[in-house]
Nanobody, 117 residues
Framework: QVQLVESGGGLVQPGGSLRLSCAAS????????MGWYRQAPGKQRELVAT???NYADSVKGRFTISRDNAKNTVYLQMNSLKPEDTAVYYC???????????????WGQGTQVTVSS
């Protein structure tokens, strides 16, 4: 089995920073793409950042995605946070496991980010 576990969410004031982490574990043969999505109340889930250079326009220049392949972990550094960044943030990864070597898309359980004064 493969699991994605996020951490690092919380409550932060406008202008503040948070760093999210997402660690993949289990019977992993290979990890292809990893990325972050978010879903605000009453809205559809949207892409935040994937790969190393693909960002939503709303977060460009403020958020940075990075990856540690040795740890099977992807990070999202979020700076200059705004109230409109409030959402549940989800990690996503395309992973081939040792069970059958087929690539599947996996999601984490989500972590809440609240930006408020």
């Amino acid at each position: 089995q493969v699991q994605l576990v996020e951490s690092g969410g919380g409550l932060v004031q406008p202008g503040g920073s948070l760093r999210l982490s997402c660690a993949a574990s289990g019977s992993i043969f290979r990890i292809n793409a990893m990325g972050w999505y978010r879903q605000a109340p009453g809205k559809q889930r949207e892409l935040v950042a994937t790969g190393s250079t693909n960002y939503a326009d709303s977060v460009k220049g403020r958020f940075t995605i990075s990856r540690d392949n040795a740890k099977n972990t992807v990070y999202l550094q979020m700076n200059s946070l705004k109230p409109e960044d409030t959402a549940v943030y989800y990690c996503n990864a395309d992973i081939a496991s040792y069970s059958d070597y087929r690539v599947r898309s996996y999601w984490g359980q989500g972590t809440q980010v609240t930006v408020s004064s």
